[in-house]
T-cell receptor, first 109, second 115 residues
Protein backbone atom coordinates (compact mmCIF):
# COMPACT_ATOMS: atom_id res chain seq x y z
CA UNK A 1 0.00 0.00 0.00
CA UNK A 2 1.34 3.42 -0.95
CA UNK A 3 1.98 5.87 1.85
CA UNK A 4 0.01 8.51 -0.07
CA UNK A 5 -3.24 7.55 -1.75
CA UNK A 6 -5.33 9.84 -3.91
CA UNK A 7 -8.91 9.38 -4.99
CA UNK A 8 -10.41 9.31 -7.44
CA UNK A 9 -7.76 8.43 -10.03
CA UNK A 10 -9.89 9.96 -12.77
CA UNK A 11 -12.71 12.43 -12.58
CA UNK A 12 -14.85 13.85 -15.36
CA UNK A 13 -17.38 16.57 -14.55
CA UNK A 14 -19.43 19.25 -16.21
CA UNK A 15 -18.46 22.90 -16.13
CA UNK A 16 -19.75 24.57 -12.99
CA UNK A 17 -19.70 21.49 -10.79
CA UNK A 18 -18.09 21.45 -7.34
CA UNK A 19 -15.05 19.20 -7.42
CA UNK A 20 -13.43 17.32 -4.54
CA UNK A 21 -10.16 15.41 -4.76
CA UNK A 22 -8.98 13.44 -1.75
CA UNK A 23 -5.56 12.57 -0.38
CA UNK A 24 -4.94 10.13 2.46
CA UNK A 25 -1.57 9.35 3.94
CA UNK A 26 -0.27 6.89 6.48
CA UNK A 27 2.85 8.60 7.86
CA UNK A 28 3.52 11.48 10.21
CA UNK A 29 3.97 14.63 8.21
CA UNK A 30 5.15 18.16 8.67
CA UNK A 31 3.46 19.54 5.53
CA UNK A 32 1.27 18.56 2.61
CA UNK A 33 1.47 19.96 -0.89
CA UNK A 34 -1.11 20.16 -3.65
CA UNK A 35 0.22 20.67 -7.16
CA UNK A 36 -1.30 20.92 -10.60
CA UNK A 37 0.17 19.49 -13.80
CA UNK A 38 -1.34 20.87 -16.98
CA UNK A 39 -1.74 18.84 -20.17
CA UNK A 40 1.25 20.74 -21.53
CA UNK A 41 3.34 19.22 -18.74
CA UNK A 42 4.15 22.17 -16.51
CA UNK A 43 3.83 21.65 -12.74
CA UNK A 44 2.58 24.42 -10.47
CA UNK A 45 2.38 24.46 -6.70
CA UNK A 46 -1.14 25.24 -5.52
CA UNK A 47 -0.95 24.93 -1.76
CA UNK A 48 1.37 23.95 1.02
CA UNK A 49 -0.39 23.40 4.32
CA UNK A 50 0.17 21.79 7.69
CA UNK A 51 -3.17 22.53 9.35
CA UNK A 52 -6.62 23.94 8.72
CA UNK A 53 -7.63 25.39 5.42
CA UNK A 54 -6.28 27.61 2.65
CA UNK A 55 -8.08 29.34 -0.20
CA UNK A 56 -6.85 30.79 -3.49
CA UNK A 57 -9.61 32.01 -5.75
CA UNK A 58 -11.84 29.04 -6.57
CA UNK A 59 -9.48 26.52 -4.99
CA UNK A 60 -9.73 25.43 -1.37
CA UNK A 61 -7.47 22.97 0.41
CA UNK A 62 -8.18 21.44 3.79
CA UNK A 63 -6.22 19.11 5.98
CA UNK A 64 -7.17 17.01 9.00
CA UNK A 65 -3.96 15.95 10.72
CA UNK A 66 -5.68 13.54 13.13
CA UNK A 67 -7.42 11.71 10.29
CA UNK A 68 -4.37 11.96 8.00
CA UNK A 69 -6.50 13.31 5.20
CA UNK A 70 -6.58 16.32 2.92
CA UNK A 71 -9.05 17.49 0.31
CA UNK A 72 -8.73 19.84 -2.62
CA UNK A 73 -11.96 21.53 -3.69
CA UNK A 74 -12.66 23.47 -6.85
CA UNK A 75 -15.76 25.64 -6.91
CA UNK A 76 -17.51 26.63 -10.17
CA UNK A 77 -15.21 24.35 -12.17
CA UNK A 78 -14.12 25.42 -15.63
CA UNK A 79 -12.59 23.52 -18.57
CA UNK A 80 -9.28 25.29 -17.89
CA UNK A 81 -9.17 23.45 -14.55
CA UNK A 82 -8.62 20.24 -16.50
CA UNK A 83 -5.27 18.92 -15.31
CA UNK A 84 -3.67 16.31 -13.09
CA UNK A 85 -3.77 17.24 -9.41
CA UNK A 86 -1.03 15.76 -7.28
CA UNK A 87 -0.77 15.47 -3.52
CA UNK A 88 2.64 15.17 -1.86
CA UNK A 89 3.52 14.91 1.81
CA UNK A 90 6.70 15.78 3.63
CA UNK A 91 7.55 13.29 6.33
CA UNK A 92 8.41 14.59 9.79
CA UNK A 93 12.07 15.63 10.11
CA UNK A 94 12.85 14.62 6.57
CA UNK A 95 13.23 16.62 3.39
CA UNK A 96 11.76 13.80 1.34
CA UNK A 97 8.42 14.31 -0.32
CA UNK A 98 6.22 11.28 -0.88
CA UNK A 99 4.07 11.71 -3.96
CA UNK A 100 0.57 10.53 -4.72
CA UNK A 101 -0.20 9.08 -8.14
CA UNK A 102 -2.31 12.08 -9.14
CA UNK A 103 -5.95 12.63 -10.04
CA UNK A 104 -6.74 13.36 -13.66
CA UNK A 105 -9.56 15.88 -13.83
CA UNK A 106 -11.47 16.67 -17.01
CA UNK A 107 -14.06 19.44 -16.98
CA UNK A 108 -16.41 19.36 -19.95
CA UNK A 109 -17.99 22.56 -21.25
CA UNK B 1 11.34 36.32 -15.87
CA UNK B 2 11.33 32.54 -15.64
CA UNK B 3 11.81 31.44 -12.04
CA UNK B 4 13.18 27.96 -12.74
CA UNK B 5 14.52 27.35 -16.22
CA UNK B 6 15.91 24.15 -17.63
CA UNK B 7 17.54 23.44 -20.95
CA UNK B 8 17.10 21.78 -23.28
CA UNK B 9 13.33 21.22 -23.33
CA UNK B 10 13.65 18.36 -25.78
CA UNK B 11 16.54 16.00 -26.22
CA UNK B 12 16.65 13.07 -28.65
CA UNK B 13 19.77 10.95 -28.60
CA UNK B 14 21.17 7.50 -29.25
CA UNK B 15 21.80 4.80 -26.69
CA UNK B 16 25.27 4.99 -25.23
CA UNK B 17 25.64 8.75 -25.57
CA UNK B 18 26.34 11.15 -22.71
CA UNK B 19 24.09 14.16 -22.24
CA UNK B 20 23.49 16.98 -19.76
CA UNK B 21 20.44 18.93 -18.69
CA UNK B 22 20.97 22.30 -17.07
CA UNK B 23 18.81 24.03 -14.48
CA UNK B 24 18.93 27.53 -13.08
CA UNK B 25 16.70 29.31 -10.56
CA UNK B 26 16.52 33.03 -9.91
CA UNK B 27 14.38 32.84 -6.78
CA UNK B 28 17.22 32.90 -4.30
CA UNK B 29 16.21 29.46 -3.00
CA UNK B 30 18.71 27.35 -1.12
CA UNK B 31 17.50 23.94 -2.32
CA UNK B 32 17.18 22.41 -5.77
CA UNK B 33 15.85 19.06 -6.94
CA UNK B 34 15.80 16.74 -9.91
CA UNK B 35 12.71 14.62 -10.50
CA UNK B 36 12.04 11.96 -13.11
CA UNK B 37 8.54 11.50 -14.49
CA UNK B 38 8.10 8.25 -16.32
CA UNK B 39 5.45 7.15 -18.80
CA UNK B 40 3.06 6.32 -15.97
CA UNK B 41 3.35 9.94 -14.82
CA UNK B 42 4.80 9.18 -11.40
CA UNK B 43 7.18 11.83 -10.12
CA UNK B 44 10.27 10.32 -8.51
CA UNK B 45 12.89 12.29 -6.66
CA UNK B 46 16.40 11.67 -7.88
CA UNK B 47 18.59 14.21 -6.13
CA UNK B 48 18.39 17.27 -3.97
CA UNK B 49 21.02 19.84 -3.11
CA UNK B 50 20.86 22.32 -0.26
CA UNK B 51 23.39 25.14 -0.53
CA UNK B 52 25.46 23.05 -2.95
CA UNK B 53 25.44 20.02 -0.64
CA UNK B 54 23.75 16.77 -1.58
CA UNK B 55 20.89 16.04 0.86
CA UNK B 56 18.80 13.54 -1.07
CA UNK B 57 20.32 10.86 -3.24
CA UNK B 58 17.79 8.27 -4.21
CA UNK B 59 18.69 4.93 -5.68
CA UNK B 60 19.49 5.94 -9.20
CA UNK B 61 22.17 4.41 -11.42
CA UNK B 62 25.55 6.01 -10.94
CA UNK B 63 25.40 6.94 -14.63
CA UNK B 64 23.44 9.92 -13.32
CA UNK B 65 25.60 12.59 -11.73
CA UNK B 66 24.29 15.89 -10.43
CA UNK B 67 26.52 18.93 -10.20
CA UNK B 68 25.77 22.11 -8.31
CA UNK B 69 28.36 24.81 -9.09
CA UNK B 70 26.41 27.28 -6.94
CA UNK B 71 23.07 27.31 -5.18
CA UNK B 72 21.31 28.79 -8.21
CA UNK B 73 22.32 25.95 -10.54
CA UNK B 74 21.85 22.20 -10.49
CA UNK B 75 22.84 20.30 -13.61
CA UNK B 76 22.22 16.66 -14.39
CA UNK B 77 24.71 14.66 -16.40
CA UNK B 78 23.81 11.23 -17.71
CA UNK B 79 26.44 8.82 -19.03
CA UNK B 80 25.89 5.86 -21.33
CA UNK B 81 22.22 6.57 -21.93
CA UNK B 82 19.83 3.62 -21.98
CA UNK B 83 16.34 3.22 -23.42
CA UNK B 84 14.86 3.22 -19.92
CA UNK B 85 16.21 6.70 -19.30
CA UNK B 86 13.58 8.10 -21.65
CA UNK B 87 11.35 10.29 -19.48
CA UNK B 88 10.60 13.87 -18.61
CA UNK B 89 13.07 15.31 -16.11
CA UNK B 90 11.91 18.17 -13.92
CA UNK B 91 14.08 20.54 -11.99
CA UNK B 92 12.58 22.29 -8.97
CA UNK B 93 13.64 24.64 -6.21
CA UNK B 94 12.41 25.65 -2.78
CA UNK B 95 13.52 27.48 0.34
CA UNK B 96 13.90 25.18 3.31
CA UNK B 97 12.62 26.77 6.49
CA UNK B 98 12.56 25.14 9.92
CA UNK B 99 12.92 21.69 8.41
CA UNK B 100 10.14 22.13 5.87
CA UNK B 101 10.82 21.95 2.16
CA UNK B 102 8.78 25.04 1.41
CA UNK B 103 6.73 25.71 -1.69
CA UNK B 104 8.16 24.00 -4.76
CA UNK B 105 8.77 25.83 -8.01
CA UNK B 106 9.22 23.65 -11.06
CA UNK B 107 10.92 24.12 -14.37
CA UNK B 108 9.02 23.26 -17.55
CA UNK B 109 10.61 19.85 -17.85
CA UNK B 110 13.10 18.33 -20.25
CA UNK B 111 11.79 15.48 -22.38
CA UNK B 112 14.56 12.99 -23.03
CA UNK B 113 14.09 10.36 -25.72
CA UNK B 114 16.72 7.67 -26.09
CA UNK B 115 16.62 5.76 -29.39
Amino acid sequence: KNEVEQSPQNLTAQEGEFITINCSYSVGISALHWLQQHPGGGIVSLFMLSSGKKKHGRLIATINIQEKHSSLHITASHPRDSAVYICAVQKDSNYQLIWGAGTKLIIKP
Amino acid sequence: DTAVSQTPKYLVTQMGNDKSIKCEQNLGHDTMYWYKQDSKKFLKIMFSYNNKELIINETVPNRFSPKSPDKAHLNLHINSLELGDSAVYFCASSQIYRGNTGELFFGEGSRLTVL
